[in-house]
């Protein structure tokens, strides 16, 4: 008897899904925004284009302000009486610069006050990459990384500071004081100081980026602090590989980009495993994964 009368409720509940009129599922409350290839191509096009326009900007400010953005950010390092040797109490000397090039100052010109409008109109190119990415997020994805443009532009000014401030002017007095006879005196090329000043501080403000790179990876599921750990070895070796690849052939700047960088590595492990105990908590609740 107890299985005719579950036929029947079966028949009961067959009969009311195929009514004329069944009952709707409710559409989800949240739809991804789908767009063709070229489509994303064309959108990826326009924000770089928008991006650059903020860096354009950033140029035209900093040729605005070109003569007190050299006399003092750019060859201020190079000075005995830059403050940041004086806070630290190094016993600085100036720097002799010489220009051994015909078109030199002016190809130096240029080119340094183009790196510095690029520092300069970086936030409106992370700005523009984030708003890329945006759409593609799930509304709690946007609100836990409504921060993550004033985050990267954080990390890439504290970066920018760190190469300005303390890279620059240790190595720069590391060489100036480096003689291996009487007779050889150092007399830098302008080219070669602000190359090695645009490219240590612009160096710096990229690998500080690292801990959002670990954030935005553990936050779609491909990184975990295991793995960091587990290959922790090898990125260390890989931090003084990088280092050497950033900087001059010389073990006093690269010994100085590669201290940051483990430390960065180690807090990206940090990161990963609190982006990683939100999303699982996201995900599963107060559940354990795989229970």
């Not at 789908?34 to 900007?57: A, N, S, Y």
């Not at 340094?112 to 799930?138: C, D, E, H, K």
């Not at 190359?195 to 779609?220: E, N, R």
């Not at 070895?233 to 700047?253: E, G, I, N, R, W």
């Amino acid at each position: 008897m107890s299985d005719e009368k579950q036929s029947e409720e079966i028949q009961q509940v067959a009969r009311e899904i195929m009514q004329p009129n069944p009952p709707q599922a409710k559409p989800p409350k949240y739809e991804p925004q789908e767009m063709p290839f070229l489509d994303h191509l064309e959108e990826l096009r326009w924000r770089i284009i928008k991006g650059m326009i903020g860096v354009f900007l950033g140029v035209i400010l900093a040729f605005v302000f070109s003569s007190w953005i050299l006399e003092h950010i750019l060859l201020g390092p190079a000075k005995g009486d830059f403050f940041m040797y004086q806070l630290v109490g190094i016993n600085a000397t100036d720097l002799v610069l010489q220009n051994r090039r015909l078109p030199g100052q002016f190809f130096t010109y240029i080119g340094t006050l183009f790196v510095v409008g690029l520092i300069i109109g970086a936030p409106a190119l992370f700005y523009q990459m984030w708003s890329f990415v945006a759409p593609a997020l799930n509304p709690n994805e946007r609100k836990g990384s409504r921060f993550i443009v004033f985050n990267m532009t954080l990390l890439f000014m504290v970066g920018v500071a760190f190469g300005y401030l303390v890279l620059t002017p240790f190595a720069l007095q590391f060489f100036n004081t480096f003689y291996i006879s009487d007779m050889i005196r150092n007399d830098f090329d302008i080219n070669a100081y602000f190359t090695a000043i645009t490219l240590w501080t612009l160096t710096c403000g990229i690998i500080f980026q690292l801990p959002m790179v670990s954030y935005l990876l553990s936050k779609v599921g491909l990184l975990t602090p295991e793995f960091m750990i587990k290959y922790r070895k090898y990125a260390l070796l890989m931090c003084f590989v990088l280092a050497a690849f950033l900087t001059p052939p010389d073990p006093v700047s690269q010994i100085l980009i590669a201290i940051p960088l483990i430390l960065l590595y180690q807090f990206g492990i940090l990161i990963s495993r609190i982006t990683n105990r939100r999303r699982n908590k996201e995900i599963w609740g107060d559940a354990k994964p795989g229970a």
